[in-house]
Each structure stands twice: as C-alpha cells, then as structure tokens.
C-alpha cells in the first residue's frame, strides 16, 4: 500500500464524540474537551485509516521546531513534546493538530514526515528542518486547513520581521469602520516559498488545499473561537 495522507475536520472522517464548544471531531486532550471523547475521536480516526490506536502518533506541541523520529520501538502511549514527527517505518501515522497554524505533511518514498507550522515555527526555521531531513528522496507536500494570508491579520512589527525573511505579507481586506487595515501574514504561501527556494530534490507535488480555517465553520479556529477543538493533518507510511 502507498503512503496516504488525510486531512480531518469537525464531521471527517466520522461524526465525533466531542459536544461544544469542541463539537463534534476534537482530536487534542490539551483543550479542556471530555478525555473520553477525545479518545473516542482519535481511535475512530485511527480505524478509519486502517491503523491501531499505537500506529498512530500525536505530539505534545509547543510551536518549536523540534523535529523527532518514531521507529518500530517507538510508543505511541509517549508524549513527543515537539512539533514534526517523521518515520522510515511501515504501518505508522503521524498527526500533527492545529486550529489555524499549518498541518503540513511530506511524503516520500521511503520518509513521510508531519510538521505543526505556525508564525513562531515558520520563524524558528522548521520547514527548513523538514526539507533537510527529506533530501534523499523526491517527495510531495501537503498543507491542509489554515487561516489565510488575508484573514491572518498581524502587528506590523512581525509582518516586517517576515518581510525581511522573505515570508509572504500583505494588507487585510478585512477593515471596516470599526476595523482598521491591518498588516497580514500568509503562512501557506510562506511554506510553498520556502519548499520551492530551498529543497534540494525534487518536489514532486506542494500545495495547499485552500481551505481557510478562520472562514470555513468546518474547521477549528483559534483565533474566530478561542476556545476550541483540534483538527488533524495524517500522514501514514504505507507498507
Ligand atoms: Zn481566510
């Protein structure tokens, strides 16, 4: 079987457990959503990717840019404390859980890898940790649901910082009479500009599916809710 990727949503791939404000498919136990519900979603998730609930691996994520590897020996039942996940092992599912910031999710050959980007991960360089771990084969790269280079509005002092990094900024279109123009940064587009600057081998595929998580009411959003679920980006090394 090839290497798969899936991204979930508040009702995908089943209807969740999960009541609100985290309704229906909440994924992450750090959000204060009912334990039991939570670990309801995760295996219903993990079986509707054909895995066991110890394939499928979750991190403890702190918007860093650590970066670890699950191997056979590896157990799922650990908490990873980092924000990218990779494996050379068959059989295996890497999560990443986001409400906004980026799932990104490569798949090669013989490597696939899941990584949590947001604005503080994108600074710390950990897009360009992945790429160097992933330049011994052609791959492809996923980005699931995020907020949007025009709803990711941010100060100005930071869209500068990202400008001097050559990240992708812009102006909101947001405003209105209470709403001043505000400065925006563009997360996806920032990671295709990275992939396409720096990777050393082929890029077989890099998009993002354009789902924006701040509009689309399918998707968690921190920043629309602040108190929400998880969803997840899966990436599952075949066999
Ligand atoms: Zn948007």
Same mark, same amino acid.
């Given at each position: 079987?090839?290497? !798969?990727?899936?991204?979930?949503?508040? @009702?995908?791939?089943?209807?969740?457990?999960? !009541?609100?404000?985290? *309704?229906?498919?909440? =994924?992450?136990?750090?959000?204060? *959503?009912? =334990?039991?519900?939570?670990?309801?979603? +995760?295996?219903?998730?993990?079986?509707?990717?054909? =895995? #066991? #609930?110890? /394939?499928?691996?979750?991190?403890?994520? %702190?918007?860093? !840019?650590?970066?670890?590897?699950?191997?056979?020996?590896? *157990?799922?039942?650990?908490?990873?404390?980092? *924000?990218? =996940?990779?494996? #050379?092992?068959?059989?295996?599912?890497?999560?990443?859980?986001?409400?906004?910031?980026?799932?990104?999710?490569?798949?090669?050959?013989?490597?696939?890898?899941? $990584?949590? %980007?947001?604005?503080?991960?994108?600074?710390? &360089? $950990?897009?360009?940790?992945?790429?160097?771990?992933?330049?011994?084969?052609?791959?492809?790269?996923?980005?699931?649901?995020? $907020?949007? &280079?025009?709803?990711?509005?941010?100060?100005?002092?930071?869209?500068?910082?990202?400008?001097?990094?050559?990240?992708?900024?812009? +102006?909101?279109?947001?405003?209105?009479?209470?709403?001043?123009? +505000?400065?925006?940064?563009?997360?996806?587009?920032?990671?295709?500009?990275?992939? #396409?600057? /720096?990777?050393?081998?082929?890029?077989?595929?890099?998009?993002?599916? &354009?789902?924006?998580?701040?509009?689309? /009411?399918?998707?968690?959003?921190?920043? +629309?809710?602040?108190? @929400? &679920?998880? /969803?997840?980006? %899966?990436?599952?090394?075949?066999?």
């Amino acid at each position: 079987m090839e290497s !798969s990727f899936f991204f979930t949503s508040r @009702t995908s791939p089943a209807s969740g457990r999960s !009541s609100p404000p985290y *309704d229906q498919n909440n =994924l992450a136990t750090h959000v204060g *959503d009912d =334990l039991d519900c939570v670990v309801a979603n +995760r295996a219903a998730l993990a079986g509707a990717l054909a =895995l #066991k #609930k110890e /394939q499928l691996f979750f991190m403890n994520q %702190v918007h860093g !840019s650590t970066i670890i590897e699950i191997d056979s020996t590896s *157990d799922s039942d650990v908490i990873h404390e980092c *924000d990218g =996940l990779i494996t #050379k092992t068959p059989g295996v599912g890497l999560a990443v859980l986001v409400a906004d910031c980026a799932p990104v999710l490569f798949i090669g050959a013989t490597t696939v890898a899941a $990584i949590h %980007v947001g604005w503080r991960g994108l600074f710390d &360089g $950990i897009v360009e940790k992945a790429l160097a771990l992933m330049t011994h084969e052609p791959f492809a790269l996923h980005i699931g649901a995020t $907020i949007c &280079g025009n709803c990711y509005e941010v100060a100005d002092e930071l869209a500068e910082r990202a400008h001097a990094r050559g990240f992708v900024v812009g +102006r909101s279109t947001l405003a209105s009479d209470n709403h001043p123009e +505000r400065s925006t940064l563009d997360i996806p587009q920032s990671i295709l500009g990275i992939v #396409k600057k /720096q990777s050393v081998v082929e890029v077989l595929n890099a998009e993002w599916n &354009g789902i924006c998580t701040y509009e689309n /009411q399918d998707y968690y959003s921190f920043r +629309r809710e602040r108190i @929400t &679920g998880r /969803q997840a980006g %899966v990436v599952v090394h075949g066999s």
